[in-house]
């Protein structure tokens, strides 16, 4: 089993493609030893001590290590762990946390039944042109709402803590948001 490594924006973060399909629904991430309880290969990497995050997408991980970790140690052990569960065909979560699997939202603005034509475009957006190129560099993005021009989005896996995410944000998305839906003011991090 070959596994390829990419460098992601992130400095931190490494992007594991796995050779085969890692979720065949969504993604997750697991920013904490805790969150990871309910995924074997999750626990695992967080038990190297220097992880402080990874992110499950659908053929990739990403694996985020703490400020002064030295990928040059850290990579060999990420990459033993993975081939190990590949190899061995070990179940992603564990018997039963399925339900687990998704995340509740967090600070989820309601959005106004009068923008659904609007929210409807900005989710689109994100879907068919936002969410594949973040996915490229590691990561994903989620929305959480549109209130009064203000589309709020959320950062995830390599994307998440970033040096460089705000200004993906700023420019990148929220140009690409503005043009295409004029009701859009801006974009926040939420």
């Known amino acids: 089993m070959l596994i390829e490594t990419e460098k992601t924006p992130n400095p931190s973060t490494l992007k594991f493609l796995v050779g085969q399909p890692v979720m065949s629904d969504g993604t997750r991430d697991f920013a904490s030893p805790e969150d990871a309880e309910i995924s074997p290969l999750a626990e695992a ?14 053929d990739f991980i990403s694996v985020t290590c703490g400020p002064g970790a030295d990928w040059v140690d850290q990579k060999p052990q990420v990459l ?22 998704t995340v509740p939202p967090e600070e989820e603005v309601h959005d106004d039944p009068e923008d659904a034509d609007i929210v409807a475009q900005i989710k689109e957006l994100i879907e068919t042109r936002v969410r594949p190129a973040v ?56």
């Open 45 to 58: 990497l967080f038990t190297l001590g220097d992880v402080t995050g990874v992110f499950f997408g659908s």
């Open 80 to 101: 033993s762990i993975l081939l190990d569960h590949f190899s061995a065909g070990l179940p992603l979560f564990k018997a039963g946390s399925a339900g687990d699997i």
């Open 135 to 190: 996915a490229n560099d590691g990561g994903d993005i989620v929305y959480r709402g549109f209130n009064k021009g203000t589309v709020f989005l959320k950062m995830q896996g390599a994307c998440a803590g970033c040096p460089s995410s705000s200004a993906t944000l700023k420019h990148g998305i929220e140009s690409l948001l503005k043009h295409y839906v004029p009701e859009v003011i801006e974009v926040q991090a939420a």
